[in-house]
């Protein structure tokens, strides 16, 4: 078959730039209320591209709290992204340093999960790079676009919309749920550990989606090997 | 806002950059032991079960949303749809369900 590329690529990113429309408006709006500028607001989305960390970064702003706080606080909420570009790195085509360097900066929530459950292995580089563009592209240009109109959508649209970004990974998970006991029991695991994290307050957010991970990935394998299969 | 927030910026892109560029950069060309491979092979499905749950239920204040948001979504993927309609399906689901109320 022949590999798929760019273009291929930004087909399959699409999904992630209607979810980010929302999210991204709703950020440029906000960080319009917090003072932040047109420019500021646009920078953040184009130098730090992380939906989470750039939506509390805001409230910590609001909240006085020092600069070498907030930028703590976004590693710790980042760093799951590890563990994502390492399980990553097994699935990509094999390329040069400087190129790898530079699509990692596009590897969010969405799109690792966008290029992580293709079927083919040994994605291609400008693959990635076609997901990474349009899902990037929706992001900053529709912070700018909350900033600059400085109101949100319909409220119903709103909350509508707000679960787009879920439906998404539900749409990437369910079709290699069917039939395959080891992918429902990796996700089922990992989310009852995350949920219990969530509610016991044991672990914050970023730190509770490594962990779980993690574990379920960990467990799953020892049970596939103990059990002698592959 | 004064220059501390460009400096703010550029420490928030730093280290949001870290670990997203050091496993993919430094592991390139490098065979890893199967058991980490597996592992590795095993997060990506591991990950949309922690980034899928619980936060899928508490989009909204009114649980609602989240609860037939998710049984729209799951409901439509179950179905057969492709990504994008599993996606723009709950849209619609939720925003006819907000119209009644």
Redesign the interface.
């Known amino acids: 078959m022949e590999q798929r590329g760019f273009s291929a690529g930004l087909k399959a990113g699409v999904s992630i730039a209607i979810g980010y429309f929302p999210v991204a408006l709703t950020f440029g709006l906000l960080a319009k209320t917090t003072g932040l500028s047109l420019l500021e607001a646009t920078a953040m989305s184009i130098f730090v591209f992380a939906g989470a960390a750039q939506y509390i970064s805001l409230t910590l702003i609001t909240a006085g709290v020092a600069p070498a706080v907030i930028i703590l606080n976004t590693f710790i909420v980042n760093i799951r992204h590890f563990l994502m570009t390492a399980s990553l790195n097994e699935k990509m085509q094999p390329d040069a340093r400087w190129k790898k360097a530079l699509y990692a900066f596009g590897i969010t929530d969405e799109s690792f999960s966008v290029l992580a459950i293709q079927k083919e292995d040994n994605l291609r580089t400008t693959f990635a790079a076609g997901v990474i563009v349009i899902s990037y592209g929706s992001w900053v240009v529709f912070t700018a676009l909350g900033h600059l109109i400085g109101a949100n959508l319909p409220e119903f649209l709103q909350a509508a919309m707000s679960i787009a970004l879920y439906a998404l990974f539900v749409g990437l998970l369910v079709p290699s749920m069917r039939g395959n006991r080891k992918v429902v029991s990796l996700a089922a695991i990992a989310a009852l550990l995350n949920s219990l994290f969530f509610f016991t307050g044991w672990l914050t957010t970023g730190w509770a989606i490594l962990v779980s991970t993690l574990a379920s990935a960990i467990i799953i394998e020892l049970i596939a090997s103990k059990g002698g299969r592959s | ?1 004064g220059s ?10 730093i ?11 430094f ?3 490098r065979e ?1 032991p199967s ?1 980490i ?20 239920f508490f ?2 204040d009114n649980i609602w ?2 609860v037939i ?2 049984a ?3 409901g ?3 179905l ?13 689901v ?2 006819v ?3 009644f109320l």
């Open positions: 806002m501390w927030i460009w400096w703010t910026i550029l420490g928030m892109a280290v949001t950059y870290i670990p997203r560029a050091i496993p993919l950069t592991l390139e060309g890893l058991s491979q597996n592992i590795l092979r095993n997060i990506p499905f591991a990950v949309l079960g922690a980034l899928i749950f619980p936060a899928i989009i909204q949303f989240g948001g998710a729209a979504a799951f439509i993927a179950l057969g749809a492709n990504v994008m309609i599993v996606v723009l399906g709950s849209i619609a939720l925003a369900y907000s119209l």
